[in-house]
């Protein structure tokens, strides 16, 4: 069975940064491709960046671009979403996820795997 436990969701101040991380348990993490999206209140789950296994593709939404950043630590079974100049707008659940094929993919369908997500919210 596999499980993802996020962390690291908080209440912070627009232009803040905040570092969210991703455990990883059981499987093999280090072939999942892994992602992170997001909820906002009302709307739709919305990709927000994606890293190959290895680490050798990431990809971002263009609302994030610039500002957040994926990395993985496969020694971790952990992924991180480091983001900075946080806005009201990046406020939502974020949730961590894991692709058994492993390209980093963006569609919520790509996944197999989810975590229960952890709250971000951005004061204006």
């Known amino acids: 069975q596999v499980t993802l436990e996020e962390s690291g969701g908080r209440l912070v101040k627009a232009g803040d940064s905040l570092r969210l991380s991703c455990v990883v348990s059981?499987?093999?993490?280090?072939?999942?491709?892994m992602g992170w999206f997001r909820q906002p209140p009302g709307k739709e789950r919305e990709f927000v960046a994606a890293?190959?296994?290895?680490?050798?593709?990431?990809r971002y939404a263009d609302s994030v671009k610039s500002r957040f950043t994926i990395s993985r630590d496969d020694s971790q079974n952990t992924v991180h979403l480091q983001m900075s100049s946080l806005t009201p707008e990046d406020s939502a659940i974020y949730y961590c996820?894991?692709?058994?094929?492993?390209?980093?993919?963006?569609?919520?369908?790509?996944?197999?795997?989810w975590g229960q997500g952890t709250q971000v919210t951005v004061s204006s």
């Open positions: 996820a894991a692709d058994n094929v492993g390209p980093g993919a963006t569609r919520v369908v790509e996944y197999d795997y």
């Open positions: 890293i190959s296994w290895g680490g050798i593709t990431k």
């Open positions: 059981g499987g093999r993490f280090e072939t999942y491709g």
